[in-house]
C-alpha cells in the first residue's frame, strides 16, 4: 500500500480515536441539536501529469524494479523516491540495463538511467550495475531541495538534464502501480 495512502488513513483513523475518547465522555451530556459537523483533510497521492503510458515488463524488467526499489529501501529514502527512480529509468531505458547501443547510443549514456561516464555518474561497470546506478540517481534527487513536493518531471529532470525534461511524467502511473506492488514484497 503506498506511504502516502497509508499515512492518510492512519491520520483519519487516528482522528477518529481522538474525537472517540474526547468526543465519549462529553458526548453523553451534549445536546445532538448543537452538534456542529467537522471537515477532515485527508492528503492523497499526487496526480500524475498529463497523458500516461504503459508497457508490459518482462522478467529482466521486473528485476530492475525490484533492483531500484530495495536500493531505495538501502538509501532509506520513501516510496516516492521509488516512484521517481522507477518513472525516470522508464523513460531513459523502458527499465533495461542498456550497454553501449553503437551508433544509436546517446553520446556514452549506459545503464538504466542512461547515466554518462564522461559526465562523472561512474565507470562503464558501475552504472550499468542497477544497485549503483539507483543509488546515483538518489544520491542526486536528495540534492534537490523539495524533491518530495515538487512535480515527478520536475524532480527527475532537474536529476537528469534531458533533452525532453516533460517526457518523465508520462510514466508516473505505471510507476507508482510498481511501487505499490512491489514495495511490501
Given at each position: 500500500?503506498?506511504t502516502i495512502?497509508?499515512k492518510?488513513?492512519l491520520?483519519?483513523?487516528?482522528l477518529?480515536?481522538?474525537?472517540?475518547v474526547f468526543?465519549?465522555p462529553i458526548a453523553?451530556h451534549?445536546?445532538?441539536?448543537?452538534?456542529?459537523p467537522?471537515a477532515?483533510?485527508?492528503?492523497?497521492a499526487?496526480k500524475?501529469q498529463?497523458?500516461?503510458?504503459r508497457?508490459s515488463l518482462?522478467?529482466?524488467?521486473?528485476?530492475n524494479v525490484?533492483a531500484?526499489?530495495?536500493?531505495?529501501?538501502?538509501?532509506?529514502?520513501?516510496e516516492?523516491?521509488a516512484?521517481?527512480?522507477?518513472?525516470?529509468?522508464?523513460?531513459e531505458s523502458?527499465?533495461?540495463?542498456l550497454?553501449?547501443l553503437?551508433d544509436?547510443?546517446d553520446?556514452?549514456?549506459?545503464?538504466?538511467?542512461?547515466q554518462?561516464p564522461?559526465?562523472g555518474w561512474g565507470?562503464?561497470?558501475?552504472?550499468?550495475?542497477p544497485e549503483?546506478?539507483t543509488?546515483?540517481?538518489?544520491?542526486g534527487?536528495?540534492q534537490v531541495?523539495?524533491w518530495?513536493?515538487?512535480?515527478l518531471t520536475?524532480?527527475?529532470?532537474?536529476v537528469?538534464?534531458s533533452?525532453?525534461?516533460d517526457?518523465?511524467?508520462?510514466?508516473?502511473?505505471?510507476?507508482?502501480?510498481?511501487v505499490a506492488q512491489?514495495?511490501?514484497?
Amino acid at each position: 500500500m503506498n506511504t502516502i495512502i497509508r499515512k492518510s488513513m492512519l491520520s483519519v483513523a487516528g482522528l477518529a480515536f481522538a474525537g472517540g475518547v474526547f468526543a465519549g465522555p462529553i458526548a453523553a451530556h451534549a445536546n445532538p441539536a448543537d452538534a456542529k459537523p467537522v471537515a477532515v483533510a485527508v492528503q492523497s497521492a499526487p496526480k500524475p501529469q498529463g497523458d500516461q503510458s504503459r508497457i508490459s515488463l518482462n522478467d529482466e524488467q521486473t528485476a530492475n524494479v525490484k533492483a531500484i526499489i530495495a536500493a531505495t529501501k538501502k538509501a532509506g529514502l520513501p516510496e516516492r523516491a521509488a516512484v521517481i527512480s522507477i518513472a525516470t529509468s522508464l523513460q531513459e531505458s523502458k527499465l533495461e540495463n542498456l550497454g553501449h547501443l553503437g551508433d544509436m547510443n546517446d553520446h556514452d549514456s549506459l545503464g538504466l538511467f542512461q547515466q554518462r561516464p564522461s559526465s562523472g555518474w561512474g565507470t562503464p561497470e558501475q552504472i550499468t550495475n542497477p544497485e549503483y546506478s539507483t543509488t546515483a540517481f538518489l544520491k542526486g534527487l536528495k540534492q534537490v531541495d523539495g524533491w518530495q513536493d515538487m512535480p515527478l518531471t520536475q524532480a527527475a529532470q532537474t536529476v537528469q538534464v534531458s533533452a525532453y525534461p516533460d517526457a518523465y511524467a508520462q510514466w508516473e502511473q505505471q510507476a507508482t502501480d510498481l511501487v505499490a506492488q512491489y514495495w511490501n514484497s
